[in-house]
């Protein structure tokens, strides 16, 4: 079983849509919890931390369910610059980060 | 502010040959650092981590090795490539103490 578990997509949606993911974890003393954003070909970059209650940037929002052990991303009113591959990463209580496959987004006019 | 920088950009090698990337981080004293590579359509595997110069540890064993001559600066190497060892190489960073990592733009290696 995998440690991180993404549904890797695609996921077609129209401009304006809303879209969630949702990514499992297997390790239940995980600590920490991140989505990342990669564009093709490029490095992953810090989208948000995923905090026990919940938060919110802008269009975008993250749940955290520790008793289910999953993580979700809610993206509003998608624009076609969203369109990107979205990792889930989990800190273990390590110093090194586990990151999921990635599930790619695809936004389209 | 702190940038991470990686070279080469890009790299054709022939099975056999040796490799040598780097990694430098500017801005910051201290900082953990992190090689995971990303084979075509899959996740970052961690390769190995450093806590500070001269302290490596290795999460996969491979025909790769790293070191950390300076603070700053974080080599991957290799002796003989092997073609399954094409992939993008990326470089990060973190301050001890935190979690979140900060990547550097990779360098996209081909083994032929």
Redesign the interface.
Known sequence: RKEVEQDPGPFNVPEGATVAFNCTYSNSAS??F?WYRQDC??????LM?VYSSGNEDGRFTAQLNRASQYISLLIRDSKLSDSATY?CVV?EGR????????TRLQVQP | SQTIHQWPATLVQPVGSPLSLECTVEGTSNPNLYWYRQAAGRGLQLLFYSVGIGQISSEVPQNLSASRPQDRQFILSSKKLLLSDSGFYLCAWTLNGEISQYFGPGTRLTVL
């Open positions: 600590q920490s991140f070909r490029k490095e992953p970059k810090l931390s990792l800190n110093r090194a980060l586990t990151f999921g496959s990635g």
